[in-house]
C-alpha cells in the first residue's frame, strides 16, 4: 500500500482507517496494554495493573473491556473460587504489533530530540 495521504480529497477525517484505527487504540493504556500481551502472551488482570505504572484498577477493567469487545483482547474466565480470568490478543490485537514496533521504534529514534 503506498503512504500518501490517508485522508482523500472531499473525505472527512472520521471516515478514514486512520481515524478507526485510532478509535481502537488511542486513549492512555490501549496501547501499553496491547505490547504487554504481545510481549507476555496471557496475563491476569493483576499482573497487566503490577506493569502499567498509575493505572487505576477500575480503569484497567473498563480499558480491558473495550478492548475485548473491539475484538483485540480475548477474555477467558475460568470457573473457579476464586474466579481466575485471562487476557490474550486475538488475531486481530496481533495484527497490530507491527504497528506498536515501528511506533517504538520511532520513539527511540526521536525521544532525544527536543532535549
Known amino acids: 500500500m503506498e503512504h500518501g495521504s490517508c485522508?482523500?480529497?472531499g473525505a472527512e477525517v472520521v471516515q478514514t482507517g486512520f481515524h478507526y484505527t485510532l478509535s481502537l487504540i488511542g486513549g492512555k493504556y490501549k496501547m501499553a496494554i496491547l505490547y504487554l500481551l504481545a510481549e507476555h502472551g496471557v496475563l491476569r488482570h493483576n499482573?497487566?495493573?503490577?506493569?502499567?505504572a498509575g493505572i487505576p484498577y477500575k480503569t484497567l477493567a473498563v480499558v480491558l473491556k473495550e478492548l475485548?469487545?473491539?475484538g483485540l483482547v480475548v477474555r477467558t474466565e475460568y470457573p473457579q473460587v476464586p474466579p481466575k480470568v485471562e487476557y490474550a490478543l486475538t488475531e486481530r490485537?496481533?495484527?497490530l504489533i507491527p504497528l506498536?514496533?515501528?511506533m517504538c521504534d520511532w520513539g527511540e529514534q526521536h525521544r532525544d530530540d527536543l532535549r
Not at 47 to 52: K, M, Q
Open 100 to 102: 506498536l514496533h515501528s
Open 47 to 52: 499482573a497487566i495493573h503490577r506493569r502499567i
Open 7 to 9: 485522508v482523500p480529497q
Open 68 to 70: 475485548a469487545a473491539d
Open 93 to 95: 490485537g496481533r495484527s
